[in-house]
């Protein structure tokens, strides 16, 4: 008899197995694993972004992200003209970004193991807004030390086309869409693939409004 965690939610609530998906090597999407605590992740970023106000961060070639970003954790993804890196400090504020809730390391650690990936220990988690028109430009994250890590990556609000490539940049992504809870989770062989969410489409999410955030967690130093 094998032993899951899991076994005694009624299967529509169930996490991981049958409605688990390949997207790569090494990358798999875990449709709604974050549902029964989306509400919470949510009250969370209301906390940290009252600390740690959501920005839009310019790129080194000097355009402004439309994505709006904010951090929490040890250390924080930013960018400006010098180039992207992780900083402890929001330079916003001057002071160390708001530490990483309990529950947000919890979850990512479960993700991680549920997709092959045990004892992640994230230091970062770089929290994304995109309100509808908002896109990301295909993009590798290799700003991080360990490449042995996996990033997890959680959406919550308005349906996204999160666009999953390749090694190369001219490789031809796949659209896969991320729904509210779920979380894609990615590593090994794709850890440095190409990726990006497309123009989000209009629309209101019940708890989230007219937005969708998104939170990936990093092992960053
Ligand atoms: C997003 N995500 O979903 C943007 N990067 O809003 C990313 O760029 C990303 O989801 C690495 C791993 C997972 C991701
Ligand atoms: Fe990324």
Known sequence: MTFDLFDNLPESHSRGGEHNEAIGPGAVVLRGFALSRAAALHDAIAQIQAEAPFRHLVTPGGFRMSVAMTNCGTLGWVSDARGYRYDRID????RPWPAMPTDFAEIAREAAAAAGYPDFAPDACLINRYTPGTRLSLHQDRNERDLRAPIVSVSLGLPAVFLFGGAQRADRPARVR??????AVWGGPSRLYYHGIAPLADGSHPLIGALRLNLTFRKAG
């Open 91 to 94: 330079p916003d504020s001057g």
């Open 178 to 183: 991320m729904a509210h809870g779920d979380i």
